[in-house]
């Protein structure tokens, strides 16, 4: 009876002076009760009933970018999705669950169950650093992978990674991390423990997979497949540029699809982590946003339909857990921004010219929040209440850290309009990049809202909007319970429910295991995310609440427009034109240049030389 009231005081604790909340809660922790003795008495031999239902392979598929409603919206378009939600636990208030909505930090907050101050300070493409004023080397750039950098930090925090907790149990079976174009997502997911990791890049004229795991090479069966690889084709047939989706529309994921499907036949791999990079590109670039998300999703579906055909073709298909999931979620916003360039201005007329390490990691694309690394960051607070006294346009919150004796922490230096519950739900998500990498000042925006700079990129994300950080995931495999959940499941939860499936021991640092994913929880899992719920589902609460009054306001046109004018809109198809007049000229007067030396040679100049 002790246990019973120590819980029932430590969930009093965390109960907030609501009286219907308090009912909900204590009616769920008598549930729980109620449930778990039930489980207990009626399942003496629970080990025995998990291990026919133990997953001994698993699958996870990231769409980069994947909104939930991509899939919601056209289930009867994907057919084998379909089938997978059908005999599978769909959730509908995912979530990142930690600040940064952007692909590196996610991944690896999916390979580890970690957040990112705990699992080497990826809290961004890069960050700065204190003790140099520089910035740290970018996970942006491919020398990070094929030199050992990230994946020497990753192992340096001594996180744990799902590919190392696999080999726990399976010392010899194979954990492959792979994507298109995104190696910024496979290699973090992978980590330094996978045995494989791939990506594609150019090469001779073909779009062509390599390996980015140096030491842990992909086997060359693979890499010199000639059905892994594409020619490089003179059109991508879609409104995303060239530059960015250097394929035909689909066809950058579907060589991943078909890399996976081929290393399953030829080396059966304990597990697969798979990022489909495109999702994410059109999210950001398509001028037909649904359509060719549309088309994408067709694509990916029969491509699935392929894999599990494999699977089946295998003998492996009841022993595999299949997870999609995404990295984050996706906004479209072309007016409503945060000018950042006066923000950076105000911060060097106030601390001078060479104040600031860096402002948005990697973003000069602008994510939906604005992080600063500050030089000294004895300026954060003052620096930071500064700021929010300006009161620019779309601003909903500025935090700044603070460092006592090695213990970080952010404080609110000003929040418009906000719920004591958006307060809570904010404090919660700064708390996940507190540590030495975290930004000083964080500026979190109002829903829909951008930083400004590169206005012809439509699609963004990376804060804690609603629209970032709301993410598509779906389980299914053995023991997985059928049915819709509204539990706030976070990214950080994928690495330990994935290791209870597998039957290992959950070793993550932050996340918990799902246990309403089961069809036999565990029931000290069960208590955990009961735990879990009565503290994430009014974080996600407000943070819907948040997005939904933003729409209204914008609608009504209550919410400041306003872009300022040195973001000079230039449609790429204007900025190939104008590349293109360059080169034509350019042209033309080597050719005349040619043609007037040729001349001179064979008319001569009638000059001679005179000594
Ligand atoms: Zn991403």
Redesign the pocket.
């Known amino acids: 009876m002790g246990s019973v009231r120590g819980k029932i005081r430590l969930l009093w604790g965390r109960l907030p002076a609501d009286k219907g909340v308090l009912k909900e809660t204590m009616k769920k922790l008598l549930l729980t009760l109620v449930l778990g003795s039930l489980t207990l008495g009626a399942r003496p031999a629970t080990a025995s009933a998990a291990g026919s239902s133990t997953a001994k392979y698993v699958c996870l598929i990231?769409l980069?970018?994947g909104k939930p409603e991509y899939i919601t919206s056209r289930l009867n378009q994907l057919p084998n999705v379909k089938k997978l939600m059908q005999h599978g636990r769909w959730y509908n208030n995912a979530f990142v669950g930690s600040l940064m909505s952007?692909?590196p930090p996610?991944?690896l907050v999916i390979g580890t169950g970690s957040f990112p101050k705990n699992d080497g300070g990826v809290v961004n493409w890069d960050w700065g650093l204190h003790s140099t004023g520089k910035i740290s080397p970018t996970f942006q750039a491919i020398e990070s992978y094929t030199d050992n950098y990230a994946y020497k930090l990753i192992k340096s925090s001594g996180t744990p990674t799902l590919a190392g907790m696999i080999h726990k149990k399976y010392p010899k079976g194979i954990v492959m991390a792979g994507s298109g174009a995104?190696f910024h997502?496979a290699g973090p997911m992978g980590g330094p423990d996978a045995n494989w990791i791939f990506a594609y890049q150019r090469s001779n004229g073909y779009w062509a997979p390599f390996t980015i795991s140096p030491g842990r090479p992909v086997p060359k069966s693979l890499l010199n497949d000639p059905s892994l690889r594409e020619k490089m084709p003179s059109s991508n047939d879609s409104t995303v540029p060239f530059t960015y989706d250097p394929l035909v529309l689909g066809h950058q994921d579907s060589l991943v699809m078909k890399f996976a499907t081929r290393s399953l036949q030829k080396y059966r791999p304990r597990a697969m982590l798979l990022?489909l990079?495109e999702v994410?590109t059109v999210g950001h670039w398509s001028m037909k946003w649904k359509q060719e998300e549309g088309r994408l999703y067709k694509a990916f579906d029969q491509n699935l339909g392929q894999l599990i055909a494999a699977y089946k073709k295998a003998g492996i298909y009841n022993q595999t857990l299949f997870v999609i999931t995404?990295?984050?979620g996706m906004i479209q916003s072309k007016n409503r921004v945060l000018d950042r360039e006066a923000v950076v201005n105000q911060i060097k007329s106030t601390l001078g010219h060479k104040s600031i390490i860096l402002t948005n990691g990697g973003g000069s694309a602008g994510p939906t929040m604005t992080s600063i690394w500050l030089k000294d960051p004895a300026n954060n607070e003052r620096m930071a209440r500064a700021i929010f006294a300006k009161k620019y346009d779309n601003v909903s919150a500025i935090y700044y850290a603070t460092n006592t004796d090695g213990h970080y922490q952010y404080k609110m230096a000003g929040c418009t309009s906000c719920s004591p519950a958006l307060v809570n739900a904010y404090n919660y998500l700064m708390s996940t990049d507190a540590g030495p990498t975290g930004e000083d000042i964080a500026i979190l925006l109002r829903e829909n809202a951008r930083n400004s700079g590169m206005p012809e990129m439509p699609g963004r994300?990376g804060g804690a909007d609603w629209g970032s950080q709301h993410v598509t995931l779906l389980l299914s495999g053995p023991g997985v319970q059928d049915g819709t959940s509204n539990h706030p499941a976070r990214l950080t939860d994928l690495a330990p429910t994935i290791e209870r499936f597998m039957g290992i021991s959950p070793d993550a640092r932050d996340g918990i295991v799902l246990a309403d994913a089961f069809q036999s929880p565990d029931p000290a899992d069960v208590s955990a995310q009961n735990a879990s719920d009565t503290t994430l589902t009014p974080i996600v609460t407000a943070l819907q609440a948040r997005a939904a009054g933003d729409i209204r306001l914008e609608a009504a046109g209550k919410l400041a427009n306003f872009v300022p004018s040195d973001e000079v809109i230039i449609h790429w198809k204007r900025r190939w034109a104008v590349t293109i007049a360059g080169a034509v000229v350019l042209v033309g007067t080597v050719i005349f240049l040619a043609w007037a030396v040729a001349e001179v040679r064979r008319q001569g100049t009638g000059l001679k030389w005179t000594a």
């Open positions: 990231v980069d970018g952007i692909t996610d991944h995104h997502a990022n990079a994410d995404a990295d984050h994300h």
